[in-house]
């Protein structure tokens, strides 16, 4: 087990990564504390916290709104939580996204913390404190800055999480890979067969890297004024795709990144050689590397509509993250019409993309 630790102001965020599920009970305990989970979660691993009085909520990216969250806070009425009660989340992203929020809320706020069960939500959504709910489609629309107190990643947990969501997840660690200027692309390059077959040390050591780079960035840029926003990469694209097809968040922001990297290359920042290689990286795992066959020229409109209506927008242009290289991301804002130029370029047979 290894502790990353987060520290803001006055506050400190731990993140243990490799620790046990078990070990919440160093934390907490079933008098003062309540668990948030799915039922996937229930499912696996109910008997490890069943003397824990817990709120299940249902389970996808449907149930992340405002009346999951107003349902989580009816039940804490019920269980008579007060100021002092501690709220574990226990799951993926959702998960955490859900509980962070209304224990954020709850009361104007009570501690909470996670037990991050799969890959997307271990090396990204559990740390950094971004809580919150889409609002209709619209992603994470709604929501608070709000540090957990502690991050349990329990990387055993994986094994009974679905294949799809495991490669899910591993676009948020190419993601965080192609942004860290520490070694871990070339690790998660040499390594990629053993990630793949999920391979604990090598995936442990992923997850530990992953999270060392963002609690860096988080400590830097707590609320995204500026730096933070480089964990974006592939989001304003991929956020619309995911909106739009209904694609799982890391295949959208896959894809997403596939298309910053051509735009990255077109305006003569990054070498092809190097974008090929992401990309190459990305369908090596079973990931789309751009938008072809994913979106039709006819949806352009709605993809247009849907980052138009993301909040990373700023009047007529959005914050887009290019890449020079490993490490080198930069934000450049972009107009709309260039960019909706840029995806017909993208979709057309001929266009000079891969
Ligand atoms: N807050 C942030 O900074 C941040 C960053 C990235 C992504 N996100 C959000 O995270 C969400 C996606 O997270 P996710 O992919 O973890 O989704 P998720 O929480 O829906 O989990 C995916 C699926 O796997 C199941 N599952 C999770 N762990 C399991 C386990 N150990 N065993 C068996 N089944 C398990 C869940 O029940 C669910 O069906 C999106 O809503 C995205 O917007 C947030
Ligand atoms: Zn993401």
Same mark, same amino acid.
């Given at each position: 087990m290894r502790e990353i630790k987060i520290t803001l102001e006055n506050r400190i965020s731990t993140v243990y990564a490799g620790e046990s599920l078990s070990a919440i009970r160093q934390f907490t305990s079933p008098d003062n504390s309540v668990i948030?989970?799915?039922? !996937?979660? +229930? #499912? $696996?691993?109910?008997?490890?916290?069943?003397?824990?009085?817990?709120i299940e909520i249902g389970t996808g990216e449907e149930i992340k709104n405002l009346s999951t969250i107003e349902n989580i806070m009816r039940k804490m009425i019920e269980l008579r939580c007060t100021r002092n009660t501690f709220?574990?989340?226990?799951?993926? @992203?959702?998960?955490?996204?859900?509980?962070?929020?209304?224990?954020?809320?709850?009361?104007? @706020?009570?501690?909470?913390?996670?037990?991050?069960?799969?890959?997307?939500?271990?090396?990204?959504?559990?740390?950094?404190?971004?809580?919150?709910?889409?609002?209709?489609?619209?992603?994470?629309?709604?929501?608070?800055?709000s540090q957990p107190e502690f991050?349990?990643?329990?990387?055993?947990?994986? @094994?009974?999480?679905? #294949? %799809? %969501?495991?490669?899910?997840?591993?676009a948020e660690l190419v993601k965080t890979a192609c942004l860290d200027n520490n070694g871990l692309y070339e690790f998660v390059h040499s390594n990629k067969e053993k990630i793949l077959s999920m391979e604990m040390e090598t995936v442990s050591e992923a997850v530990y890297r992953c999270v060392r780079y963002k609690a860096s960035v988080v400590e830097a840029d707590e609320k995204e004024n500026d +730096? #933070?926003?480089?964990?974006?990469?592939? $989001?304003?694209?991929? $956020?619309?795709?995911?909106?739009?097809? @209904?694609?799982k968040?890391?295949?959208a922001i896959a894809a997403g990144m596939g298309i910053a990297l051509d735009i990255s290359v077109m305006n003569g920042h990054a070498d092809k050689n190097y974008a090929d290689e992401v990309k190459s990286l990305l369908e090596f795992f079973g990931l789309p590397c751009g938008?072809?066959?994913?979106?039709?020229?006819?949806?352009?409109?709605?993809?247009?509509?849907?980052? %138009?209506?993301?909040?990373? #927008?700023?009047?007529?242009?959005?914050?887009?993250?290019?890449?020079?290289?490993?490490? %080198?991301?930069?934000?450049?804002?972009?107009?709309? !019409?260039?960019?909706?130029?840029?995806?017909?370029?993208?979709?057309?047979?001929?266009?000079g993309f891969r």
């Open positions: 948030v989970t799915d039922g !996937n979660i +229930l #499912r $696996h691993y109910t008997d490890m916290f069943d003397d824990f009085p817990v709220l574990v989340g226990i799951g993926g @992203g959702v998960v955490s996204d859900i509980a962070g929020f209304a224990a954020s809320i709850f009361m104007r @706020g009570v501690r909470f913390g996670f037990v991050s069960t799969s890959l997307l939500s271990q090396v990204d959504a559990s740390v950094g404190g971004k809580n919150g709910v889409n609002i209709g489609m619209t992603k994470n629309m709604a929501g608070v800055f991050v349990i990643c329990d990387h055993r947990m994986l @094994g009974t999480l679905p #294949r %799809e %969501e495991y490669i899910n997840g591993i +730096l #933070r926003r480089v964990l974006n990469l592939g $989001h304003t694209v991929g $956020h619309a795709i995911e909106k739009i097809k @209904g694609m968040h890391g295949f938008i072809k066959g994913i979106i039709d020229k006819d949806e352009i409109p709605d993809i247009m509509d849907a980052i %138009e209506s993301d909040k990373k #927008r700023e009047s007529d242009s959005v914050n887009f993250i290019l890449l020079k290289k490993t490490g %080198e991301p930069f934000t450049k804002a972009m107009g709309f !019409n260039e960019l909706s130029d840029i995806i017909n370029g993208a979709l057309s047979a001929d266009g």
